[in-house]
C-alpha cells in the first residue's frame, strides 16, 4: 500500500496518508501539472496564481489543501511552464515540482 501511493504521489502528485501534508488529489490529464508545497498563510494562493497569470499561462484546474501550517496546490495547466515561473521567490513557498 505504501509502495503504491509514494508511486501515486511520484507519477500524479497526489497524496495520500502522510503525516505532515493534507491529503490531496486531482484526476491525472494531459497537462502540465505543477505542485507547490507552501506555507499556509494568507495570500498565498493569490501570490501563486499571480505569478501563473504573469507568465500568459492559464489554469485549466487547482486544488488547494491545508494541515496546520502546512498547504499543498496542485495546479494543471494550458501549454507548457517555463521553469519554476518566479513561483520559488514567492516567501512561503518550500517546493516546486512540475510533473
Given at each position: 500500500m505504501a509502495?503504491?501511493?509514494?508511486?501515486?504521489?511520484?507519477?500524479?502528485?497526489?497524496?495520500l496518508n502522510s503525516v505532515n501534508?493534507?491529503?490531496?488529489?486531482?484526476p491525472r490529464t494531459d497537462r502540465v501539472r505543477v505542485t507547490i508545497i507552501h506555507k499556509n498563510s494568507p495570500?498565498?494562493?493569490?501570490?501563486?496564481?499571480n505569478?501563473?497569470?504573469?507568465?500568459?499561462?492559464n489554469?485549466?484546474?487547482?486544488?488547494?489543501?491545508?494541515?496546520?501550517?502546512a498547504a499543498y496546490t496542485v495546479l494543471d495547466l494550458?501549454?507548457?511552464?517555463?521553469g519554476d515561473a518566479g513561483i520559488e521567490s514567492i516567501s512561503g513557498v518550500i517546493k516546486v515540482r512540475v510533473i
Open positions: 509502495a503504491s501511493q509514494l508511486n501515486d504521489f511520484f507519477e500524479t502528485g497526489s497524496i501534508l493534507p491529503e490531496c488529489s486531482l495570500n498565498m494562493v493569490g501570490q501563486i496564481t505569478k501563473i497569470a504573469e507568465n500568459g499561462i489554469i485549466a484546474e487547482m486544488v488547494n489543501k491545508s494541515r496546520g501550517d494550458d501549454g507548457s511552464f517555463p
